[in-house]
Structure formats: structure tokens, C-alpha cells
């Protein structure tokens, strides 16, 4: 019975973690844009946003917008992440063998 329910667990995790892997927050166009950002801290914002611009990157307002679209959901995902491990750390520990 344990060891149905640890890989049920494991089930959810695997998906859960395609879930965030496939967020919009880190899609790989959306890292890059926000390297750049971090890496020019005393510029304008226009400035940056002209160089994101010419790698066809988000800008800093679409940055920002997705941010505030999509930040709660990728929070639930990890929330459940970390919910998952947790049960999967409780079912593999040796009290329960």
C-alpha cells in the first residue's frame, strides 16, 4: 500500500515539476531577459529596454506585467512541490519501513 502511494506521489511531483518547468516565468527567453536586466543596474530603463529590444527580448514592462500575471500561480506550483517532497520524505523515511 506505502509503495503505491509514494509512486502516486512520485506521479504528482514528475508533473508538477513539467508544470514549472514549463511556466511562463521560466521560459528561456524570460531568464535571459531578466540576466539582462541584472546586469545593467545603473542604466535607464530605456536603455535596457533598447537592448532587450535588439535580442528580442520582453521588455521591462512586459517583464513586469508577467510578473504580476503569473507569479501566484508559479507560487502554488511550488507550494505543491514542496508539499509533495514533504509526503515523499515522510513515506521514504525508515519509520515507515
Given at each position: 500500500?506505502?509503495e ?13 515539476n ?14 535571459e ?23 528580442g527580448?520582453p ?19 511550488n ?19
Amino acid at each position: 500500500m506505502t509503495e503505491t502511494k509514494l509512486q502516486a506521489l512520485k506521479q504528482k511531483l514528475a508533473a508538477v515539476n513539467d508544470r514549472i518547468d514549463c511556466h511562463a516565468l521560466n521560459a528561456p527567453s524570460f531568464k535571459e531577459a531578466r540576466d539582462v536586466v541584472a546586469q545593467h543596474p545603473d542604466a535607464s530603463r530605456e536603455e535596457v529596454d533598447e537592448t532587450l529590444s535588439a535580442r528580442g527580448l520582453p521588455s521591462t514592462a512586459q517583464q513586469s506585467k508577467s510578473l504580476f500575471l503569473g507569479l501566484t500561480s508559479l507560487a502554488r506550483l511550488n507550494r505543491k512541490r514542496i508539499g509533495l517532497e514533504g509526503r515523499i520524505a515522510r513515506l521514504e523515511s525508515p519509520v515507515h519501513e
